[in-house]
């Protein structure tokens, strides 16, 4: 039955994951060049219908669930058991056939995913809950069914009906509860345009994406998305690419130089050579990726489905021997029947067809009261076995923006402040990540930013202008090289910086420096996994320096700098090898791939749509420490589960000897209604217990 499939789409054996097919050779991505012609875009309907099944059937089910919820009020209103049970009597002529009646609809209607999911789970030869479930309700159906047409005997119409009723809903929050995962495609293909400018002669005509050819020339404005992979013919710019290849900078481009598709232009317009479309592009591969490791992320079988496979054989196998014994002892057949039944309907677990839904929905919802969005939930109660945490630094472990660390002055005619103050001067108008840096650092001191005259850009080398009279230049260290002006030895330190010299009339007045800030929470988060036996490292896009410097001041047990988005799969992989329990962190498209290979895939909510649609695991405030508390909180969601499946099945190994009379020489047999009851209570006990979790995410 595909909705079981669905709902168990998160299955995973790891020890038999195939990771050949994810093995792509170390090259640079503009080299990804594949053979092939095929010019078509991707089709952007590739998630949407596996997305609007999995709704549809969880529309089925809740419908399904009402109707038999209806239906069931009445029939246990008229059932002659429950009327017993109370104490009171309303019959109405053709009492029996008005139940039948009844249910047979919920038995049809109500139970047809099931006996559909009965076939599929029977074709595989892979019984489990839903053989289990479908052989309950029939043999209480058929059985009733006979007494209403003279086999003597009592009716379980009221046990059938709420049986199905029970396992509906089971199913219906359980669907709803894994809903989403078919959405990441969908959001990779929506980060290329839809349309592209391309230049023929004098004529600009906006195209489809799909119209795209190799070699077409397009046109590519301020702000927008590069639609294809190609080369610059006329014109730089700074390119955002950090979506996709996780580098925090924007990098300049100039002619010559090559641009990603989905990458977004910054301050200038550029004409593209377009080099790649479609199947061949960059992002296209990313997308290759991503599906790929999602398809091998849905095999980890679920411990109710198992103990639902153990629980069939052993109630058909007790069902069965029940009739052979009361056959055997010499008690009429009708009598040994009735034992039979009443061992198969007890046998069917409806404290099991709750146990993992109502654990799953409770630390779904407490989660994310607490900033945790949980898209997979076999990954999130896999968390508590994480040996190794990759995570990507920029936007992760750092705040993703360049912020001015230090301001320092070399002279004695200027402050910090002045220098800082005449630098804006010439900054403000530039897009450039070092000139946002400063200019948001002077907003946040309040100061008002001077105007330049005769601005002038030093070209690679930095700008010049006039302001208050006086001539100042914001240089690189390069121009300071080539003037033979000496770098004062202070000016570098072993962090992460970037820094940027100040001249006020030719001489060095100061120089101002900038870093990508390490977050405040990543230290601390850092010592929690550490104290838990977990391996902290990175993996970013960004330079070798940079990377050991914030390394070294977080105290991780490692990093890879300079890391392409098929190298942090990889990463994962290795780490996977050697025989890690993987989870990766990270904001990007460039994540996305390596989040859906890593054991548990934890995308951080300040990030990409797309990485946090195929991460398992969404973390709304981008605070390290999250995953911390996700880690715990993780620990005791499975806790619970596997409480709840001990009073589920635990209930079974005491009630089913009971029903089929292992103590009548004693003179007790358990009865059907009371051992509804029975049922009843270990249902209502597995649904306090799995309450208590909400205490669980308080006390961290």
Not at 140 to 149: C, D, Q
Not at 342 to 360: K, R, S
């Amino acid at each position: 039955m595909e909705n079981h499939e669905h709902h168990n789409h998160d299955e995973m054996d790891h020890s038999k994951m195939d990771h050949s097919k994810m093995k792509h050779k170390k090259e640079d991505h503009s080299k990804m060049n594949h053979k092939g012609g095929d010019h078509s875009g991707h089709n952007p309907g590739h998630g949407e219908h596996g997305h609007d099944h999995h709704k549809m059937m969880i529309a089925d089910f809740r419908k399904r669930f009402w109707v038999t919820l209806v239906l069931t009020i009445p029939i246990l209103f008229f059932s002659p058991m429950i009327q017993d049970f109370f104490g009171y009597e309303f019959l109405l002529p053709g009492n029996p056939y008005i139940l039948f009646a009844l249910s047979t609809i919920v038995y049809f209607y109500g139970g047809w995913p099931f006996l559909k999911g009965f076939w599929s789970e029977i074709k595989k030869g892979a019984p489990g809950m839903m053989t289990l479930i479908s052989m309950a309700i029939s043999v209480a159906y058929f059985y009733s069914t006979a007494t209403v047409f003279g086999l003597r005997g009592e009716d379980f119409f009221w046990e059938l009906s709420t049986l199905i009723a029970i396992m509906l809903l089971g199913h219906w929050i359980e669907m709803k509860s894994v809903l989403g995962a078919s959405k990441a495609l969908q959001l990779l293909v929506s980060m290329m345009p839809a349309e592209a400018h391309r230049v023929k002669g004098d004529i600009i005509e906006d195209i489809p994406l799909e119209d795209l050819l190799k070699d077409d020339v397009i046109l590519v404005k301020p702000g927008e998305k590069v639609p294809a992979d190609g080369i610059i013919v006329d014109g730089s710019s700074y390119l955002n690419e950090s979506m996709l290849t996780g580098e925090s900078k924007p990098v300049k481009k100039d002619e010559n130089d090559k641009v990603i598709g989905g990458s977004v232009n910054g301050n200038s317009t550029l004409k593209v050579k377009v080099e790649h479309t479609g199947k061949d592009s960059y992002l296209n591969k990313v997308i290759k990726m991503v599906e790929e490791a999602q398809k091998t992320k849905s095999k980890m079988q679920n411990l109710s489905d198992r103990a639902a496979k153990w629980l069939t054989y052993i109630a058909l196998a007790i069902g069965f021997g029940t009739l052979a014994v009361w056959l055997i002892l010499g008690f009429p057949f009708v009598y040994a029947l009735e034992r039979m039944v009443t061992v198969m309907v007890i046998a069917c677990p409806h404290a099991l067809g709750l146990a993992i839904p109502l654990v799953v929905a409770i630390s779904t919802a407490v989660s994310a009261q607490n900033g945790l969005l949980i898209r997979n939930r076999t990954a999130f109660e896999e968390s508590r076995k994480i040996s190794a945490l990759l995570f990507d630094k920029t936007g992760t472990l750092t705040k993703g923006d360049f912020g001015v660390t230090r301001i320092e002055s070399v002279s004695e005619t200027y402050s910090s402040e002045e220098i800082l103050r005449l630098s804006s001067a010439l900054e403000q108008s530039s897009e450039h990540p070092i000139a946002v840096g400063i200019i948001k650092k002077v907003k946040e001191d309040n100061m008002t930013i001077p105007k330049p005259e005769n601005f002038n850009a030093i070209t690679g080398k930095g700008v010049e202008a006039n302001v208050e009279g006086k001539q100042v230049k914001v240089v690189s260290p390069g121009f300071l090289r080539d003037e033979k002006i000496t770098i004062p030895e202070d000016a570098y330190s072993d962090a992460a910086e970037t820094v940027v010299f100040v001249l006020i009339e030719g001489q060095l007045a100061g120089y101002i420096a900038l870093a990508d800030e390490i977050r405040p929470e990543s230290a601390e988060a850092i010592k929690i996994f550490k104290k838990n036996n977990i391996k902290v490292l990175m993996a970013t896009g960004d330079n070798e320096k940079t990377a050991k410097a914030v390394s070294d001041k977080l105290g991780l047990d490692g990093y890879y700098a300079e890391v392409l988005p098929h190298q942090k799969v990889e990463i994962v992989e290795e780490l996977q090898n050697k025989g890690d329990f993987v989870a990766m962190t990270g904001d990007g498209v460039n994540d996305a791939p390596a989040l859906a290979k890593a054991d548990v895939g934890i995308a951080v909510g300040s990030g990409t749509d797309v990485a946090a649609e195929t991460a398992d695991i969404i973390l709304v405030n981008s605070n390290p420490q999250d995953i911390a508390n996700l880690i715990l909180f993780g620990k005791a969601t499975y806790n619970k589960m596997i409480q709840n499946l001990i009073w589920a099945t635990g209930y079974n190994v005491v009630a089913i000897p009971l029903a089929a009379g292992v103590l009548y020489s004693s003179g007790f047999v358990l009865g059907p209604a009371v051992g509804a009851v029975f049922m009843s209570l270990s249902t209502i006990i597995v649904a306090i217990n799995a309450q208590l979790l909400k205490r669980k995410i308080g006390k961290k």
